[in-house]
């Protein structure tokens, strides 16, 4: 990415702040969009790296190269900073302000601000980013399955890491069939349009503390729709993503070990830093 981000820069000519969105699958990058301006990313990794990329960027346009500033040295890109930990920056939502609101997600922006978790893991800063967003991560309990079936070869690593982790596991037919199949014996519990006691009964009575989601079918509108309010009323962490649920376990097993601690910002280094 380093390599990359460099070459555009220089091929735009691009003097100043730049933002670059990139994607990576099958460890191959994508390039999203190019921006030749800041972000709230800029605020972000000032926060974390201890650096004002801020005056930095000024310095530049005024001629001052990050070499002579000694952000970079003299062997290339990125090579002045030692990046030591881990940040991680999450979205806020306000949907549990109003009762019944579906917290759906659309083109449209509807966050309302932003929250950072830092720490020497992932696991660490990404169970601080959670808990800061109202979404902490339990580290016991009861977690719901219910994937479609192009997710199921990616979340059988996530549910075999829970069960070790001393989790109960529960999920819908479809879902609990392929874990059995696999050597995970988790309790069936329905969708909502099954019946009743539903999934979201479940979560009324507190027998679940984490949900993973992944929708797909003919109900699934309907059945995701009660699933998220009831988790948004409840603070019940769920995720829609197989990847999100493997990040989730990182930061549990971080929780399972160790409590929060709180760093002031000054006494920070440097970090990895991702978005989620």
């Not at 926060?47 to 002579?68: F, H, P, Q, R």
């Not at 902490?136 to 829970?162: H, Y």
């Not at 409590?259 to 006494?267: E, G, H, Q, S």
Request: overall charge negative.
């Amino acid at each position: 990415m380093k390599d990359a981000a460099g070459k555009i820069a220089g091929e735009f000519e691009i003097v100043g702040f730049l933002n670059i969105q990139f994607a990576v699958k099958d460890n191959t990058l994508y390039l999203i969009e190019v921006n030749p301006r800041a972000s709230r990313t800029v605020p972000f990794l000032s926060k974390v790296s201890g650096v004002d990329i801020i005056g930095a960027a000024v310095k530049v346009w005024e001629g001052e190269s990050l070499t002579s500033q000694g952000l970079v040295d003299e062997k290339g890109f990125g090579e002045g900073r030692c990046l030591t930990g881990w940040a991680v920056k999450e979205a806020v939502f306000s949907f549990d302000r109003f009762a019944g609101l579906d917290p759906v997600l659309g083109p449209e922006m509807k966050s309302t601000g932003e929250a950072i978790g830092t720490g020497a893991t992932f696991g660490e800063a990404f169970a601080k980013v959670q808990d800061a967003v109202n979404s902490r991560l339990p580290d016991e309990g009861r977690v719901f399955i219910s994937v479609n079936r192009r997710d199921r070869e990616t979340i059988l690593p996530v549910a075999r890491e829970l069960f070790e982790l001393g989790f109960d596991i529960c999920a819908t037919r479809g879902t609990a069939n392929f874990l059995f199949e696999n050597g995970i014996f988790p309790e069936v519990i329905l969708k909502v349009h099954e019946g009743h006691p539903n999934v979201v009964d479940h979560m009324r009575s507190g027998r679940i503390q984490l949900l993973i989601n992944t929708p797909s079918g003919r109900y699934s509108q309907i059945d995701d729709e009660d699933m998220r309010t009831e988790a948004v009323a409840r603070k019940i962490a769920y995720t829609t993503t197989t990847s999100a649920a493997a990040a989730a376990v990182h930061g549990i097993r971080y929780l399972k070990t160790k409590k929060i601690a709180v760093n002031p910002l000054p006494d920070t280094q440097s970090f990895d830093v991702i978005e989620v």
